[in-house]
């Protein structure tokens, strides 16, 4: 019988995590997931595969050597994917050096401890649209990379040193995907998208009055990451370790995203005054949306539009969910489970 192959995710309880644990099952795979202790459930996003017998729970941590070496001399991977982040690029700002701690040193220390284990071990690095910064759009593997945070020089500094870095030196498999935001049910509320569909959810319900946002002017190129993961996992698949631009091609302002979530809750929205004071109002003059200072971050990232040529011809991967189809999952998911509150 033929051995199962052997995947390793550092990052299993986060959103790609946990879609990319479920696909990989799914395509009979033993996968070993590594995750963090935290206070909050840590099984949150992946409680219906814990009883899996093809899922192996360890835990550990990026700032740990000996963590990844207990961890990944178990499990001898064939595959690591490395998800794991301190992914929230406004908190980058304030926590400088965990940053650069976990996204940039914990990337050397996983890959290093991976190939003691296994010399041709494949190795997923997930690098970011972020890196682009002020680059105008579309962004593709040839743009310019221009980091306006610390979380994105983080991950520049991990792809140059790391990625490039060790593929060039040394020859080790390791690919890296340039995904930009994709989003869903399981996306974290500090980020942007959730938050609208959480808070309008309760708004349309009545468990909550307004809700606060940044810039409405930024723009990003949102898909859905259960569609995303499967660019990762071809990545690994092919002959030689590349990197990839995994996006939809078609960008939306923060604003647009708010307009979208109430026309599919049926909140009348309209916009009144400008910048700090600009706020949302609905049926009966009542404001549900205003600005704060505290959402704008010290530098942003304007605009980011992908241009995924080279992964639909190489790697046959293409986006399936439109904008319209993932803010009318994500808002139907909220309102169904604040619903059962009631
Ligand atoms: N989080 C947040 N909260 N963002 C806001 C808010 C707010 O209240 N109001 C406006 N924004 C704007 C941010 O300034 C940013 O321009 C945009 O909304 C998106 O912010 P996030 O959802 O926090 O995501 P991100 O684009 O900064 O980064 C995400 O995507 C990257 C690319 O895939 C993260 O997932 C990164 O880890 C990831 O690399």
Request: charged share 30%; with cysteine.
């Amino acid at each position: 019988m033929k051995e199962k192959k052997r995947a390793f995710i550092t990052g299993i309880t986060g959103q790609d995590g946990s879609y990319l644990a479920e696909y990989l099952i799914k395509k009979g795979y033993d996968v070993w997931g590594l995750m963090r202790r935290t206070s909050l459930d840590p099984l949150m996003r992946i409680h219906t595969m814990a009883d899996d017998r093809s899922l192996k729970l360890r835990y550990g941590n990026l700032r740990d050597t000996s963590s990844l070496q207990r961890a990944l001399e178990e499990a001898k991977p064939d595959e690591v994917y490395n998800l794991a982040a301190l992914s929230d690029v406004g908190i980058s700002f304030k926590c400088p050096e965990e940053t650069m701690e976990v996204n940039y040193y914990g990337v050397s220390r996983l890959i290093l401890e991976a190939v003691k284990v296994n010399k041709k071990v494949r190795i997923y690095q997930a690098s970011t649209s972020e890196m682009f910064g002020t680059t105008k759009p579309p962004q593709n593997e040839r743009s310019i990379f221009a980091p306006v945070s610390p979380y994105a020089e983080a991950k520049l500094m991990a792809y140059r040193d790391f990625v490039k870095g060790y593929r060039e030196q040394y020859g080790y498999f390791i690919a890296s995907g340039i995904l930009f935001n994709h989003e869903s049910p399981r996306r974290g509320e500090h980020f942007v998208t959730r938050k609208i569909t959480v808070s309008l959810a309760k708004i349309k319900l009545g468990l909550q009055k307004s809700f606060s946002l940044g810039n409405l002017d930024a723009r990003r190129d949102w898909g859905y990451a259960s569609n995303y993961v499967t660019a990762m996992h071809a990545m690994l698949q092919q002959k030689k370790p590349d990197d990839f631009v995994v996006a939809t091609g078609i960008s939306h302002s923060v604003r647009d995203f708010v307009e979208e979530a109430c026309k599919e809750l049926d909140i009348p929205l309209t916009w009144k005054g400008k910048s700090l004071k600009e706020v949302g109002v609905t049926k009966g003059n009542k404001t549900i949306v205003t600005i704060d200072k505290e959402f704008y971050r010290p530098a942003e990232v304007r605009a980011l539009c992908g241009d995924a040529t080279k992964a639909r011809t190489e790697l046959g991967w293409k986006p399936k969910v439109t904008f319209e189809e993932l803010v009318r999952m994500m808002t139907r998911a909220d309102l169904e489970h604040y619903k059962k509150s009631l």
